[in-house]
Nanobody, 118 residues
């Protein structure tokens, strides 16, 4: 089983940037896909981005391409989500995930709150 701990959330003004981190530990996850989902108040949880643990292959929600970048530091067992040009509609709890594919999620972090003020 993999354990995931997010950090880096907070309050930022529209147009600003934040970098979220997800520290992974536990069972071997070298074959996993690591991802980020988010859930805004009153809305369903939605996919944000994902990356293969071995690196290279990434996936993004079409609406977020160009503003969000996912990356990984295998030596630190940490996945990052760089978020630029933030908008109030990006306000949500952001969750780190792990699984065989980005749709087949086997582990969730506790979430980190991102609030973008207008």
């Amino acid at each position: 089983q993999v354990q995931l701990v997010e950090s880096g959330g907070g309050l930022v003004q529209a147009g600003g940037s934040l970098r979220l981190s997800c520290a992974a530990s536990g069972d071997s996850f070298s074959n996993y896909v690591m991802g980020w989902f988010r859930q805004a108040p009153g809305k369903e949880r939605e996919f944000v981005a994902a990356i293969r643990w071995s690196g290279g292959t990434t996936w993004y929600a079409n609406s977020l391409k160009g503003r969000f970048t996912i990356s990984i530091n295998n030596a630190k067992n940490t996945v990052y989500l760089q978020m630029n040009s933030l908008k109030p509609e990006d306000t949500a709890v952001y969750y780190c995930t792990a699984g065989p594919t980005y749709r087949d999620v086997r582990g969730w972090g506790q979430g980190t709150q991102v609030t973008v003020s207008s």
